[in-house]
């Protein structure tokens, strides 16, 4: 059993930056890929970023390309999402999310962004951006 905890949220005012973590633990780290989600109060849950075992690949939502980093360290089996020029629209739970099933490379890029392609999610972590 993979189990996630994500940490790292919290308030802060537009512009502000927050740093998200996703640790890994009960199992070897080797997933295909990780990913971070959001959901908003009353709206469908949506992919944020994901990364590839070797980081060679990574994906973002458009809106939020030139403001959030994603990266990982196997070494230490956590996943982080570097949140800088929050906007209130940002606001919402985050979710780590892990691709454990064995998957074609050809595969993982048009696979990062769908929930269903993931085996493992975390709790959640609130963000809150005020204006």
């Known amino acids: 059993q993979v189990h996630l905890v994500e940490s790292g949220g919290g308030s802060v005012e537009t512009g502000g930056s927050l740093r998200l973590t996703c640790a890994v633990s009960?199992?070897?780290?080797?997933?295909?890929?990780m990913g971070w989600f959001r959901q908003a109060p009353g709206k469908e849950r949506e992919f944020v970023a994901a990364i590839s075992w070797s980081a060679n690949t990574r994906h973002y939502l458009d809106s939020v390309k030139d403001r959030f980093t994603i990266s990982r360290d196997n070494d230490k089996n956590t996943a982080y999402l570097q949140m800088n020029s929050l906007k209130p629209e940002d606001t919402a739970v985050y979710f780590c999310?892990?691709?454990?099933?064995?998957?074609?490379?050809?595969?993982?890029?048009?696979?990062?962004?769908?929930?269903?392609?993931?085996?493992?999610w975390g709790q959640g972590t609130q963000v809150t951006v005020s204006s």
């Open positions: 009960g199992r070897t780290f080797m997933t295909y890929f």
């Open positions: 999310a892990v691709r454990e099933r064995v998957i074609s490379p050809r595969q993982i890029l048009d696979s990062m962004a769908l929930n269903h392609e993931y085996d493992y």
